[in-house]
């Protein structure tokens, strides 16, 4: 399984970005995906997930501001970040479990990471 995940760049605080992760290969019949990120000298973080039917979980520091979406005819996965502040500032990756839902880190495959800059 390979994850693709495209659409980060820079933006002003208050500004909104859309970034997304394609699935390819020999994808799960059914799986979850996550959203995590990582600013420099920080651990990586949790910030959404998505279950195979859709429901979603959010990290407090997002909830609000951040929308998880799939389409699984498409194998792709969406981060919306609207109102980005500087602290969202991260590379973002995107997760597959091979599982219908997930919370955790522990995941089975990873994108490469994708560069979200927020300046104030």
């Known amino acids: 399984v390979q994850l693709q995940a495209s659409g980060g760049g820079s933006m002003q605080a208050g500004g909104s970005l859309r970034i997304s992760c394609t699935a390819s290969?020999?994808?799960?019949?059914?799986?979850?995906v996550g959203w995590l990120r990582q600013a420099p000298g920080k651990v990586r973080e949790f910030v959404g997930t998505i279950s195979w039917s859709g429901t979603t979980i959010y990290a407090d520091s997002v909830k609000g501001r951040f929308t998880v979406s799939r389409d699984n005819r498409k194998s792709t996965i969406y981060l919306e970040m609207n109102s980005l502040k500087p602290e969202d500032t991260a590379v973002y990756y995107c997760?597959?479990?091979?599982?219908?839902?997930?919370?955790?880190?522990?995941?089975?495959?990873w994108g490469q990471g994708t560069q979200v800059t927020v300046s104030s």
């Open positions: 997760a597959l479990k091979e599982a219908g839902a997930y919370l955790g880190l522990d995941y089975d495959y």
């Open positions: 290969g020999r994808t799960p019949s059914r799986f979850a």
